[in-house]
């Protein structure tokens, strides 16, 4: 079955930076929507940051021009590179991945990691 795992959170002062990974087993990264999402408690989950199937990197308003998303498929990762992090985005992040084409977003990936926790103080 499909495994994504994803590392790289942790806290931070804001302003500062992280990288986030994801490795997925039993999954081949081909032109799926793939992404990283995020949820905070008691709000929606909502995704920051997408490669869509022309392989253009897509972010919401809120991560524009500090957020970069990039795979690596010999490694068959995917990855979130933060910069100028902002307390607001303290969140649980998680990596997401489809597989069939479609929307991107799609109205439910298929496939999503267990999260790790990006805290900005």
């Known amino acids: 079955h499909v495994q994504l795992v994803e590392s790289g959170g942790g806290s931070v002062q804001a302003g500062g930076s992280l990288r986030l990974s994801c490795v997925a087993s039993?999954?081949?990264?081909?032109?799926?929507?793939v992404g990283w999402l995020r949820q905070t408690p008691g709000k929606e989950r909502e995704w920051v940051a997408l490669i869509n199937s022309q392989r253009t990197g897509k972010y919401s308003a809120s991560v524009e021009g500090r957020f970069t998303v990039s795979q690596d498929n010999a490694k068959n990762a995917l990855y979130l590179d933060m910069k100028d992090l902002k307390p607001e985005d303290s969140a649980k992040y998680y990596c997401a991945v489809d597989d069939m084409y479609g929307g991107c977003p799609p109205q439910q990936f298929r496939y999503r990691g267990q999260g790790t926790q990006v805290t900005v103080s």
């Open positions: 039993h999954y081949t990264f081909k032109n799926y929507c």
